[in-house]
Every structure is written in structure tokens, then in C-alpha cells.
T-cell receptor, first 111, second 118 residues
């Protein structure tokens, strides 16, 4: 079964609003990563948060990690139409280097 | 800098025909390479990964096979395609995340191949 599960599956907001996506996982992890995928394209790495970190920022992105709840959230502030894409969380387990991807959240930002 | 190429970009093949998708990486040596399949609107399913020439690990039993004839070349094949093989195929290589040190990895993805089996 998938390690990461994103919630919601789809999210539609207006430009300028904030978008929050959540990810839950099942096993102990070394780190959790978020990727973005534009329609019909490959995935692009956005941000990585290690298991000993609780929050990380990169531009308009803010990621939180709660290892006690085995969950993470990705917040995109002041969203733009160009942020429209699918967003995936991926976990690297403590026991290896493989990444396990979730099912993704489809974000639509309406202009 | 490192780049990853996949071809073809799109492919329409009849059921029962063979398949060969190619992935090549530039700018790095001895990379770990991965093949994923993505169904429409879904997440990524890891199909194969390779840690070196001739070394292939299969994640799920299926109609597909993979080979790594050269250090930076990874090929996904099938002798006879099934309808269920349709999907978006992504190749990726693994890089160690420099900022956080050893043991932390991220993956770089190619542009993908859209395969439709008819």
C-alpha cells in the first residue's frame, strides 16, 4: 500500500488565497519531501524536511512535519494561477534510500 | 549540470506489440535509476530500480522488464503489451541532497512517456 496519502485529493481556490495540502504516512522516516507535477510532465522537487525538523520555509512554501502524528502539510501562500499542478509527498524511510510517493493532490488556482 | 532524457514522448501501440522506452542521464556517473508508472490522476508506482550496470530490481510482477546496458542508460521493455500497460512512464535518478548531508536523497525526473495501448 502507499506510504503517503495526500488530503484532499483535489483543491480549487482563487488566486491570492492560501492552499493547504496534507500528507499522512505509516512508517518511520528519514525525511519527507514534496514534489510538484505539471500536467503531462515529470515531477519537480520542491522542498525536503528531515525527521528532526518541525517546519521549513522556501519562498511561498511552508512545510510542517509532525512525526508523532505521522503527518505533514504543505502550505502555498498567496497562490497564483501558475501554481496549478499536482502535488505529491514522498517519504524516505529510515531503513533505506527509496522514496515512496503518495497519490497526490490536484490543485487548481483560478485567476 | 545533470539532465535526464526520455523518449519517445508519446507512443500509441496495439495490444500484443513490443515496447522499448529509453532513459538516459547526463552529467553524473553510476546513478541509481528508477522506472515509475503513473495511471491517470494517480500517484507513482515504482516498477524497477537499478544501482548499476546489469543490476535490476523489480518491484512488482508484471508484463514489463528493464535493462541497464550502460551506466547512464535505462530501458523499459515488453514483449507483448496489454491494455493495462497504458499509462505515463517516468524515469528518475537519485541524487544525494547536499544541504542535509549523507543518507538524504531526492529524485530528478525525466519528462515522461505517455503510452496508450489500443
Amino acid at each position: 500500500s502507499q506510504q503517503g496519502e495526500e488530503d484532499p485529493q483535489a483543491l480549487s481556490i482563487q488566486e491570492g488565497e492560501n492552499a493547504t495540502m496534507n500528507c499522512s504516512y505509516k512508517t518511520s522516516i528519514n525525511n519527507l519531501q514534496w514534489y510538484r507535477q505539471n500536467s503531462g510532465r515529470g515531477l519537480v522537487h520542491l522542498i525536503l524536511i528531515r525527521s528532526n525538523e518541525r517546519e521549513k520555509h522556501s519562498g511561498r512554501l511552508r512545510v510542517t512535519l509532525d512525526t508523532s502524528k505521522k503527518s505533514s502539510s504543505l502550505l502555498i501562500t498567496a497562490s497564483r494561477a501558475a501554481d496549478t499542478a499536482s502535488y505529491f509527498c514522498a517519504t524516505q524511510e529510515t531503513s533505506g534510500s527509496r522514496l515512496t510517493f503518495g497519490e497526490g493532490t490536484q490543485l487548481t488556482v483560478n485567476p | 549540470s545533470q539532465t535526464i532524457h526520455q523518449w519517445p514522448a508519446t507512443l500509441v501501440q496495439p495490444v500484443g506489440s513490443p515496447l522499448s522506452l529509453e532513459c538516459t542521464v547526463e552529467g553524473t556517473s553510476n546513478p541509481n535509476l528508477y522506472w515509475y508508472r503513473q495511471a491517470a490522476g494517480r500517484g507513482l508506482q515504482l516498477l524497477f530500480y537499478s544501482v548499476g550496470i546489469g543490476q535490476i530490481s523489480s518491484e512488482v510482477p508484471q508484463n514489463l522488464s528493464a535493462s541497464r546496458p550502460q551506466d547512464r542508460q535505462f530501458i523499459l521493455s515488453s514483449k507483448k503489451l496489454l491494455l493495462s500497460d497504458s499509462g505515463f512512464y517516468l524515469c528518475a535518478w537519485r541524487a544525494e541532497f547536499k544541504l542535509t548531508g549523507r543518507g538524504t536523497y531526492e529524485q530528478y525526473f525525466g519528462p515522461g512517456t505517455r503510452l496508450t495501448v489500443t
